[in-house]
């Protein structure tokens, strides 16, 4: 942990975060992670061919995928509830003149008894594809609380029946929407994607993302760890200048794995990186529980970017799950249900607001 820890109050790093206005739209997702969300309001820029303008939208990337091999996509949300949903598999962003769609999906939650209900999507990716994105636009008659996740395949097949006697699986490679060739995205084809090489865990306002530490991202500065450590980039999208907002880890306490997170204002990938704060510690080696760290901070009201990055590394693989939400109600004070003090208010210490202007 020392050399991680001598990292964190090291220098100031400094680049330019690339990409366009549609970035924040877009929800990344690597391989064996998971991303919360509730659809939203028609982005900017959105062709008509993806949907009406008056329905809602997410729009998810899955990166780091690899030429030859076979994936597995869940989609997660309450059935019963009515809404008219759809989904379109991509190559190349969407935003943009030279997307390709593969194939398309209208269907809806159903009017029956509200439950938790899944559809499962497996596909393999073309073995002469060039790239290692596939983007998943989503859209819903009414805002829709969901989540996606991304896996290797887990042995369902289009024959397989949900808890209720459901069929839920659909399988594009027997129906020949896949293999899918990808040519048209940013991500480099070929690279493991347990590297998060190709981007960050985006974690929305009032969503969350379950990840497990990978191998070190490619371009990531010393200054954030060591090279045999495990890291998770995650950033934080949708903050309003002015608001303070409330992130909690939680993971597997007694793992007897260390680890450390570093706050800062743009892509710690470039040089025009700006850090705020950073703290080491371990989720200990005494009995085996369920925990939570909470951290609260304001944004700056002068800052002029919506988003906050957050290097989470360890010195193991490390499983955890991060979200962001408004204030609950916990202080610095709060004790968990074992007694122990769990928040740190960046604010109280000082070392926030965060100005964000990268």
Same mark, same amino acid.
């Given at each position: 942990m020392q050399t991680f820890l001598v990292g964190l109050v090291g220098l100031l790093l400094s680049c330019c975060l690339t990409g366009?206005?549609?970035?924040?739209?877009?929800?990344?997702?690597?391989?064996?992670a998971t991303a919360s969300v509730t659809t939203g309001a028609h982005p900017a820029g959105l062709p008509s061919f993806f949907g009406p303008s008056d329905y809602s939208y997410a729009i998810f990337r899955f990166t780091g995928l690899t030429?030859?091999? %076979? @994936?597995?996509?869940?989609?997660?949300?309450?059935?019963? +509830?009515?809404?008219?949903?759809?989904?379109?598999?991509?190559?190349? +962003?969407?935003?943009?003149?030279?997307?390709?769609?593969?194939?398309?999906?209208?269907?809806? +939650?159903?009017?029956?008894?509200?439950?938790?209900?899944?559809?499962?999507?497996?596909? +393999?990716?073309?073995?002469?594809?060039?790239?290692?994105?596939?983007?998943?636009?989503?859209?819903?008659? %009414?805002?829709?609380?969901?989540?996606?996740?991304?896996?290797?395949?887990?042995?369902?097949?289009?024959?397989?029946?949900?808890? @209720?006697? @459901?069929y839920y699986v659909t399988d594009f490679d027997l129906d020949r929407s896949a293999p899918f060739l990808l040519k048209r995205c940013t991500a480099n084809a070929g690279t493991p994607s347990s590297s998060l090489s190709s981007g960050f865990v985006e974690v929305p306002v009032n969503g969350n993302a379950s990840v497990t530490t990978g191998l070190r991202p490619a371009g990531l500065p010393n200054f954030f760890g060591p090279s045999d450590y495990f890291y998770t980039l995650f950033k934080l999208v949708g903050l309003v200048p002015g608001q303070r907002y409330e992130v909690t880890f939680s993971f597997d306490f007694g793992a007897n794995i260390g680890y450390g997170h570093s706050w800062g204002d743009g892509?710690?990938?470039?040089?025009?990186?700006?850090?705020?704060?950073?703290?080491?510690?371990?989720?200990?080696?005494?009995?085996? %529980?369920?925990?939570?760290k909470k951290f609260l901070f304001t944004v700056d009201p002068h800052s002029s970017s919506s988003a906050l990055y957050i290097v989470f590394s360890s010195n193991r693989p490390m499983a955890l799950r991060a979200s962001l939400q408004r204030p609950s109600g916990v202080s610095k004070d709060s004790q968990d249900r074992y007694g122990y003090y769990y928040v740190t208010d960046f604010d109280a210490d000082r070392t926030s607001p965060f100005l964000l202007q990268r």
């Open positions: 366009g206005a549609w970035a924040a739209e877009v929800v990344e997702v690597p391989l064996n030429p030859g091999q %076979r @994936y597995e996509a869940t989609i997660s949300y309450e059935s019963g +509830t009515d809404i008219g949903y759809g989904h379109s598999w991509v190559d190349g +962003t969407p935003f943009g003149t030279d997307y390709r769609s593969f194939t398309g999906i209208g269907t809806g +939650t159903g009017s029956g008894p509200r439950r938790e209900s899944q559809q499962k999507f497996l596909f +393999t990716i073309d073995p002469a594809s060039s790239c290692g994105e596939l983007y998943l636009v989503l859209k819903s008659s %009414r805002p829709m609380p969901l989540r996606v996740s991304l896996q290797r395949p887990s042995g369902v097949t289009k024959d397989s029946q949900d808890r @209720y006697g @459901y892509s710690p990938l470039s040089s025009n990186y700006r850090h705020f704060t950073g703290i080491g510690t371990g989720t200990g080696s005494g009995p085996r %529980r369920e925990d939570q």
